[in-house]
């Protein structure tokens, strides 16, 4: 059988626009994907309370914390004071912690001087402080929607067993973080690292996910036995959820620190 010109013609014809088709389609489909990924992560983050992102100017506590049950939960290293020092002039110190979008500070409206002429120049109220600063950072970060990545960032997802697969770069690093099939962050992780992770826990709040439970590695190493662990229970104040009672171990130590937030007031734009 013989082809003519035309018919040449036309097969080269067909052809041309079949590449052309195609080109066209996966450069599409690479944009719609794009604009799809977009749209995920605006959506998820739409999905969490993050009274910061709205009126929530800042808010104020008093810091309840017994230090008598305290020591029935951890090794006592004896720099934080005897039993009579702890309940004589430690105890009675009344904590407030303020919290606003940047940072949290813990005040025992004592001077600098007279906490450092407290028993043990002051080690007690010291490991408070930085347990209520350290456990209320890390909640600031879901307060501001910060665990997910701003919106406009370069994202791929995709699905995967307990839900999506969000990738992105974090600087050199490739980092997937895990979502439930509701958009809950599960985990974050370093691309082929089990040691460098970190894993959340949210539940349903009436403005969205709030923060249950944080656990992240000392130095970065991600294994049992050598975890952060900071759990926390909500509280509504002024129409937001704010933590009440906050709980800290820190396994490597055997350490354990509760304490409940009350007396609160907020400060709001509206």
Same mark, same amino acid.
């Given at each position: 059988?013989?082809?003519?010109?035309?018919?040449?013609?036309?097969?080269?014809?067909?052809?041309?626009?079949?590449?052309? &088709?195609?080109?066209?389609?996966?450069?599409?489909?690479?944009?719609?994907?794009?604009?799809?990924?977009?749209?995920?992560?605006?959506? $998820?983050?739409?999905?969490?309370?993050?009274?910061?992102?709205?009126?929530?100017?800042? +808010?104020?506590?008093?810091?309840?914390? =017994?230090?008598?049950?305290?020591? &029935?939960?951890?090794? /006592?290293?004896?720099?934080?004071?005897?039993?009579?020092?702890?309940?004589?002039?430690?105890?009675?110190?009344?904590?407030?912690?303020?919290?606003?979008?940047?940072?949290? $500070?813990?005040?025992?409206?004592?001077?600098?001087?007279?906490?450092?002429?407290?028993?043990?120049?002051?080690?007690?109220?010291?490991?408070?402080?930085? $347990?209520?600063?350290?456990?209320?950072?890390?909640?600031?970060?879901?307060?501001?929607? $910060?665990?997910?990545?701003?919106?406009?960032?370069?994202?791929?997802?995709?699905?995967?067993?307990?839900?999506?697969?969000?990738?992105?770069?974090?600087?050199?690093?490739?980092?997937?973080?895990?979502?439930?099939?509701?958009?809950?962050?599960?985990?974050?992780?370093?691309?082929?690292?089990?040691? =460098?992770?970190?894993?959340?826990?949210?539940?349903?709040?009436?403005?969205?996910?709030?923060? &249950?439970?944080?656990?992240?590695?000392? =130095?970065?190493? +991600?294994?049992?036995?050598? /975890?952060?662990?900071?759990?926390?229970?909500?509280?509504?104040?002024?129409? +937001?959820?704010?933590?009440?009672?906050?709980?800290?171990?820190?396994?490597?130590?055997?350490?354990?620190?509760?304490?409940?937030? &009350?007396?609160?007031?907020?400060?709001?734009?509206?």
């Amino acid at each position: 059988m013989r082809f003519s010109i035309s018919d040449d013609l036309r097969y080269v014809m067909r052809f041309f626009y079949s590449l052309l &088709t195609f080109g066209l389609c996966a450069a599409f489909c690479h944009a719609q994907a794009a604009t799809d990924d977009a749209t995920f992560l605006k959506q $998820a983050r739409a999905k969490y309370d993050a009274p910061f992102e709205r009126d929530l100017q800042s +808010f104020s506590c008093a810091v309840e914390f =017994d230090w008598k049950q305290h020591f &029935t939960e951890v090794v /006592r290293l004896g720099d934080e004071g005897t039993d009579d020092e702890i309940a004589k002039f430690i105890q009675p110190i009344r904590n407030r912690v303020t919290v606003t979008r940047q940072n949290t $500070a813990v005040s025992s409206r004592m001077t600098e001087d007279e906490e450092h002429k407290l028993p043990h120049g002051g080690m007690a109220e010291g490991l408070l402080k930085h $347990a209520v600063q350290f456990s209320l950072n890390n909640w600031l970060a879901a307060a501001n929607n $910060a665990f997910l990545p701003p919106v406009g960032t370069p994202v791929s997802v995709e699905p995967y067993t307990v839900g999506y697969k969000l990738k992105l770069k974090i600087q050199t690093f490739d980092v997937e973080m895990l979502l439930a099939h509701d958009m809950s962050l599960q985990s974050e992780a370093v691309k082929g690292s089990t040691a =460098d992770r970190r894993e959340t826990d949210f539940h349903s709040g009436p403005q969205g996910f709030l923060l &249950t439970s944080f656990r992240q590695g000392e =130095d970065g190493d +991600f294994r049992p036995g050598n /975890r952060m662990i900071l759990t926390y229970t909500d509280q509504s104040v002024g129409g +937001f959820q704010l933590p009440e009672r906050v709980a800290i171990s820190r396994e490597s130590h055997h350490e354990a620190w509760h304490y409940k937030l &009350t007396d609160c007031t907020v400060q709001a734009t509206r």
